[in-house]
């Protein structure tokens, strides 16, 4: 067994730095401060060409005017990135060519804006500072059981040579660029400490735990000297550029191959880059991460910790959850793999994709345990991510459903118009299922309440009453408690989407048809790529994005692509002393 080596130096001096209040680039503004003429609501930051400020929104310092700041001046700074744990996993599997699991082990991310890698707060804690430790130990362990596939010592060689050459290999995917003499002697330092009295292998397996405790592993740094230093734009170096591109697009440090695109000027301008996109994201491993933004941005991602009553829903079991986590994967892949890519089909699709355990909830026959694509009855009404019984049931109660939660979503992640939170002093406990015999009529004590409740629950509410003809699981009914649902709705305070509808199936094709849905989309896609909230200073970056997005005809592929075009991807802000 090879002892117990914790790289603290470095390591610690770069969990200060991510744990600190410190911008890669100086200290960020102030977001959502102040208010913008007829911006929708901001979120944290400029919710840019999404228009419609709705009752009780509020924009963000700039307003509409924001989208008038091309060319870019400045670049929004970025706290330092670490990894999340998705991005640990999933590098620590390409890496390593093993089985992750030890890495459940890490502790979960905070969520921000509805997604888990809002580089504000992916702090690291003391927790966070052993279990690194500990998976390191344990990835390590796994990876030298297949020694001659990851670190082979030809005839002829010597063990020390091999390390050598080890380092060398291994520790430019593990740092995502060529190492340093200072690199290689700190991973020969831990490959000697585990070498001696003990053997190559030990050694070796040291030698990874090194670099996974490494600042250089656990953070996406961005380094490099800009050649003027009184520059407000820095580009990016061609192996941070490959970083970036990885981990937008496959959730994982980059492999050798886009490695060797770097340091041969396969990365030096923004029609190569494109071009290397729409390569990786033909690549399976792209099917994991672009899977995982749309985990996060539906909600999806919470049917880990998402609780239904048994009383309410026998039928609910862990089998039915996890054939609701497998679907919208299996859904979206489907859409951006197979599909035509369209945002309009991911929001008015009737297909689905469903197994054994899920058939019930649809009315339809399915057996097996792998996700199988059917269309659905017709009858229903379903459209897309809509009417997904893991979306519907993230967005519902344990005991019922949530006209304010469903409501809300669309509000705020299809048409980025914020809700401000409740007053302190308000109950909101949901009305007992017992009070009335349908939503409709419970929820109806908003409107009765008055105040300041009135205004944010009728941005809410009139949208979250279209779902009912699906209950807390997502199965379909027409009645509830013997009593006829009516699912009319009706939208205001938006840009382009204002009227009435009729159930889920109308509502979806507003949105598909919406111009400021497909700008919000492509906001939810600069968060989730920037790793914050847009502010000021993104407002080119933003209008290139949804312009590109619009022109594409709602492709979802392309606007990953675009995303790599945009000066926000492309330079960093300047590090402050």
């Known amino acids: 067994m090879p002892p117990r080596v914790v790289f603290s130096a470095p390591f610690l001096a770069l969990l200060t730095l991510g744990a600190c209040a410190g911008q890669v680039g100086g200290t960020s503004g102030n977001p959502g401060a102040g208010a913008g003429p007829g911006t929708g609501a901001g979120g944290g930051g400029a919710i840019v060409g999404t228009g419609g400020a709705g009752a009780g929104t509020a924009g963000a310092a700039g307003g509409a005017d924001v989208l008038a700041s091309c060319p870019t001046m400045q670049i929004t700074p970025t706290p330092l990135r670490r990894l999340t744990k998705f991005e640990y996993t999933n590098t620590a599997r390409n890496l390593l060519g093993i089985d992750p699991t030890a890495a459940s082990d890490l502790p979960a991310d905070e969520v921000t804006d509805g997604f888990n890698n809002n580089a504000g707060v992916l702090t690291v804690s003391s927790l966070h500072a052993e279990k690194y430790v500990l998976v390191s130990e344990a990835l390590a362990k796994a990876a030298v059981k297949n020694l001659t596939t990851l670190a082979p010592c030809a005839a002829g060689k010597t063990e020390d040579t091999c390390a050598t050459d080890f380092a060398q290999s291994f520790g430019r995917r593990a740092f995502r660029r060529p190492v340093t003499d200072q690199d290689r002697q700190i991973l020969m330092t831990a490959y000697t400490a585990g070498r001696t009295g003990g053997s190559y292998s030990e050694g070796i397996e040291v030698m990874i735990r090194a670099a996974l405790q490494s600042a250089n592993f656990l953070y996406r740094l961005e380094t490099t000297a800009p050649a003027n230093a009184s520059v407000a734009l820095v580009p990016l170096s061609p192996y941070e550029m490959a970083s970036r591109l990885s ?185 007992s299922i017992t009070s009335a015999p349908t939503a409709r009529e419970r929820f109806a004590a ?132």
Not at 249 to 262: F, R, V
Not at 358 to 370: E, H, I, M
Not at 532 to 556: I, N, Y
């Open 446 to 577: 908003h409107e009765s309440a008055g105040g300041s409740c009135v205004s944010c629950h009728q941005m809410m509410d009139p949208i979250g009453l279209a779902f009912e003809t699906f209950d807390a699981v997502g199965k379909y009914r027409t009645t509830e408690n013997g009593a006829n649902i009516d699912v009319s709705g009706a939208i205001v305070g938006s840009r382009d989407l204002d009227g009435s509808f009729n159930g889920v199936r109308e509502l979806a094709g507003k949105l598909a048809a919406s111009d400021q849905v497909r700008d919000c989309v492509a906001t939810q896609w600069f968060r989730y790529s920037a790793g914050r909230t847009e502010e000021v200073p993104d407002g080119c970056s933003l209008t290139t994005l949804q312009d590109a997005f619009g022109a594409s005809g709602g492709d979802l592929g392309e606007l990953v692509v675009a995303m790599t075009q945009t000066d926000a991807f492309w330079y960093r802000a300047p590090i402050s002393p």
């Open 247 to 431: 981990f937008l697009i496959w959730g994982s440090g980059p492999d050798d191959a886009l490695l060797d695109a770097a340091g041969n000027g396969g990365l030096a301008d923004k029609a190569a880059v494109a071009a290397k996109a729409r390569t990786m994201l033909a690549d399976p491993k792209a099917r994991v991460a672009i899977t995982d933004f749309y985990n996060q941005w539906i909600g999806t991602s919470r049917l880990d910790i998402m609780t239904k009553s048994t009383t309410q829903f026998p039928s609910y079991s862990d089998a039915v959850r996890d054939a609701m986590k497998a679907e919208t994967p299996a859904f979206v892949e489907y859409v951006l793999w197979t599909g035509d890519r369209k945002l309009e089909t991911l929001l008015t699709s009737q297909m689905g994709f469903v197994s054994s355990a899920l058939a019930p909830t649809y009315g339809v026959t399915v057996s097996g345990t792998t996700p199988q694509m059917v269309t659905l009855p017709a009858s229903q009404g379903r459209a897309g991510i809509l009417t997904q019984a893991g979306f519907l049931a993230v967005q519902a109660h344990p005991d019922q459903t949530s006209p304010v939660l469903r409501g809300k979503f669309v509000r705020t992640k299809l048409m980025c118009q914020n809700i401000p939170p409740p007053p302190m002093d308000v109950d909101i406990t949901p009305p």
